[in-house]
């Protein structure tokens, strides 16, 4: 069987009292599927960084109409867990992110790990608190190193950011 | 100097630093939305604590179950401040509790063993569900 089974999904506006809940159906969902603690803990870890990513790069509440909310996604097939994510970005933001996974995904699992240090190490936090490694976190946790994107317009101003991979 | 003692959330950590001991630990969960306001007050009092600590023994236990990226860079900060207390003639040990299939938390472990001077212990915590 290789068929995707969807686990979870969830649109709306994200915030840590709405990840709390996502953590902790997915901890009831992972151990109904009889998975071991060690890999609850690492969808949920990575779950952490996907849906704070999410509430760091939500636009103003202007572009929060239904259409333009965020949304994540897991499902379970063959391979393992693929986890999905959507938010809307500013074209001109589009671009640098375009740019930064592509250079994520040239990068081999020791120059990623490199790169995390450098990164871990650099002192930088952004305004609203992020570290500016979650897009790093979740390549290292992927089973093949790639994360998968694509950009849709939505108006003239925004596009929808689609981020998905497999781990 | 007293002592600092923050409750957990089910975002945030438990941080007990206990001067006169010379025991501090943080544990439980690091994911705030905003790492900056946790962690500043945190690093703050850490700071003051190394200016006036003299021969004293420290140890510092991180016992987490989950932290994200942004909260990776205040541990790092935390450790960078333990690091100038030894270098001021204090004897600093990291005490780094994961569990045993954690292999991710053990390797962040490392990650911090390998960018900081300091002495680390890793300490195999039992699964207690």
Redesign the interface.
């Given at each position: 069987m290789t068929d995707k089974q969807l686990l979870y999904a969830y649109n709306g506006e994200m915030?840590?009292p709405v990840?709390?809940k996502i953590l902790s159906t997915i901890q009831t969902k992972l151990s109904a599927l009889g998975e071991?603690?060690?890999v609850v803990?690492?969808v949920?870890?990575i779950l952490?960084?996907c849906c704070?990513n999410l509430?760091y790069h939500a636009k103003d509440k202007d572009t929060l109409k239904e259409d333009f909310f965020p949304s994540v996604s897991i499902y379970k097939d063959a391979g393992g867990y693929r986890i999905s994510t959507r938010n809307v970005v500013a074209g001109e933001d589009a671009q640098k992110l375009e740019a930064y996974l592509a250079k994520l995904n040239a990068f081999s699992p020791e120059e990623l790990k490199n790169f995390?240090?450098e990164r871990?190490?650099d002192?930088?936090?952004s305004a609203?608190?992020?570290?500016?490694?979650?897009l790093?976190?979740m390549i290292r946790?992927s089973k093949d190193g790639k994360l998968v994107y694509r950009f849709d317009p939505v108006n003239e101003q925004y596009l929808m950011f689609t981020l998905s991979f497999l781990m | 100097m007293n002592p600092l003692r923050i409750a957990p959330t089910?975002?945030t950590p438990t941080v007990n630093f206990i001067p006169d001991e010379g025991k501090f630990e943080i544990s439980g969960n690091s994911?705030?939305?905003?790492?900056?306001?946790f962690y500043s007050p945190v690093l703050d009092w850490l700071r003051r604590f190394c200016a006036e600590a003299k021969n004293q023994k420290i140890t510092l236990d991180f016992n987490f179950?989950?932290f994200?990226?942004?909260?990776?860079?205040?541990i790092?900060?935390i450790l960078r401040i333990l690091q100038d207390c030894q270098k001021n003639g204090n004897e600093c040990l990291v005490r780094w509790h994961y569990?045993e299939?954690?292999?991710?938390m053990q390797e962040a472990g490392e990650?911090y063993r390998?960018?900081i001077d300091l002495n680390f212990e890793f300490v195999v915590r039992e699964?207690t569900?």
């Open positions: 915030s840590n990840l709390n071991k603690r060690n803990k690492n949920n870890t952490i960084e704070q509430i995390y240090k871990l190490t002192g930088k936090i609203k608190g992020g570290g500016g490694l979650g790093l976190n946790a | 089910d975002e994911y705030p939305e905003n790492s900056t306001k179950d989950y994200n990226t942004s909260s990776a860079k205040y790092l900060e569990l299939e954690d292999t991710d990650d390998d960018s699964d569900l």
